[in-house]
């Protein structure tokens, strides 16, 4: 907002959308982007390696803090007041309400949940434009397709991605007959071992801010499917485990030490292969939740993925996919009222005989039994680590010769670690760190070097 000489930029409360400013002698600039900064001309293309290393152990920077040296990002819920290219005033709105849970009784919580997901799911596709959503199967897209269902009077148009001939669970079957049962327009997205060596680079240009969270394959090619099928509009799932608690680690928080609790994200993807092992951000993580005071430790944890990974990661990576066809996402889970009910609700309701989101399979269940809310969920993955290792001889050496990748990591400790895969010795965490690197290897290709992507991956590094 430019009004009476002041210049107003604010970000959502939970940073669905990025924003990013950069401040010197030419007084203060913004966008959505930092390659648009970059290319004012007046912003260095240099790197801040103490943030690519927080983005090499957790697949994201944490705080206003970004891998480009000179530019930060807003804050979620934060304003900046500027006046004569200076900011005059700072402040920040909590996306979060104070204190813990509030006594929702089961039924009651239902009807609640049905109230503001139809309000939700209304707002959020809401368009002039054709409009579809990413079905993964899985609860919380099932929950969005059951609730969009309900509303259009047209089949809703979905779409899966899946990945045949691999060792990897393929969530198609399941996502078909959720589809079918929601009378479903369904759209399936076969990913393949060549699609990965064949994008990876031009995904890593288009995700300026890195995170390199192995999601990035399908969600891009998934956001290319639907602008190929006319969409200008996609509903997404992001939000559901950190509001509802869905992940196992928010079941571990709440237990004592003694009886197997630990700190959130204890272990970085590439502990022992950095030059610098510090742990600012394990330390950074652990404030947030010591300063949620009269919060569960359940609520605690969620708390501290809402304040970074989700924005920072999951949000980041929704968004520069998506845009990168053209396309829009949206995400019913993160608005402020849902969001409010479902961060207050009794731990019970969100964990209940080992099961997290107890409150949205109870839901789901009735509107969708087709979904099988309460079957053990599989977790998704991208065989990242099978592909690299196949290529891991070749690979590995030019990973390594990578400046980025030579400045941030121990010297002979990335050839050993491609060595290991080559010989078939490797582990998850293994495979799991070669992609780490080799994602950032090619972002600083295209974005510090300033190299032409065109081709795949052995074409640019």
């Known amino acids: 907002i430019h009004d009476g000489g002041h210049l107003v930029l604010h970000r959502d409360p939970f940073g669905i959308k990025p924003l990013y400013v950069a401040e010197g002698d030419f007084g203060l600039l913004f966008a959505s982007e930092p390659q648009a900064l970059v290319a004012s001309g007046l912003v260095a293309a240099a790197t801040d390696d103490g943030s690519l290393a927080e983005v090499a152990q957790l697949q994201f920077s944490c705080g206003a803090r970004t891998p480009w040296a000179g530019i930060r990002r807003l804050l979620p819920g934060e304003t900046l007041v500027v006046r004569a290219g200076r900011v005059v005033d700072s402040r920040r709105r909590a996306a979060l309400p104070p204190g813990g849970p509030r006594p929702w009784t089961r039924d009651d919580a239902l009807m609640e949940l049905d109230r503001l997901l139809t309000d939700s799911v209304t707002l959020h596709q809401r368009s002039d434009v054709p409009y579809g959503m990413f079905l993964s199967g899985g609860v919380d897209s099932s929950v969005v397709l059951a609730m969009m269902a309900r509303l259009n009077d047209r089949p809703v148009v979905a779409f899966t991605a899946g990945f045949p001939d691999t060792g990897v669970h393929d969530e198609r079957d399941h996502a078909r007959a959720v589809a079918q ?45 639907a602008r190929a099928a006319g969409l200008k509009v996609v509903l997404s799932g992001e939000g559901g485990d950190e509001l509802f608690g869905g992940y196992g680690r ?32 394990r330390a950074a993580y652990g404030v947030t939740e010591i300063r949620d005071g009269g919060r569960t430790a359940l609520q605690a944890a969620q708390a501290t993925d809402i304040a970074d990974w989700l924005p920072h990661d999951l949000l980041t990576k929704l968004d520069r996919c998506l845009m990168a066809h053209g396309v829009e996402g949206r995400v019913p889970f993160v608005d402020p009222v849902l969001a409010d009910f479902a961060l207050t609700l009794p731990d019970a309701l969100k964990v209940r005989r080992g099961q997290g989101k107890w409150l949205l399979r109870a839901w789901l269940n009735t509107a969708l039994p087709a979904a099988r809310p309460f079957t053990p969920k599989r977790g998704f993955t991208v065989p ?59 972002w600083h290709r295209a974005h510090r070097d300033g190299a032409t992507i065109d081709g795949g991956v052995m074409d640019v590094l």
Request: glycine residues 10%; proline residues 7%; charged residues 25%.
């Open 250 to 281: 928010y079941r571990r928080a709440g237990r004592p030490r003694l009886l197997g609790g630990r700190p959130m994200r204890a272990r970085g993807a590439l502990d022992g292969l950095l030059r610098d092992d510090g742990g600012a951000w």
């Open 181 to 225: 049962a929601a009378g479903a327009e369904h759209h399936e997205v076969a990913v393949s071992e060549d699609d990965f060596w064949a994008h990876l680079p031009a995904i890593a240009a288009a995700v300026d801010d890195p995170t390199p969270d192995y999601a990035v394959l399908p969600t891009y090619l998934l956001a290319r499917a």
């Open 384 to 442: 990242v680590g099978d592909w690299i290792a196949r290529r891991a001889a070749d690979l590995g050496p030019r990973v390594a010769a990578s400046p980025v990748v030579e400045r941030l990591c121990r010297p002979g400790a990335v050839d050993g670690l491609f060595r290991s895969l080559t010989r078939g010795q490797a582990d998850r965490r293994a495979g799991q760190a070669a992609w780490t690197l080799l994602f950032l290897a090619l």
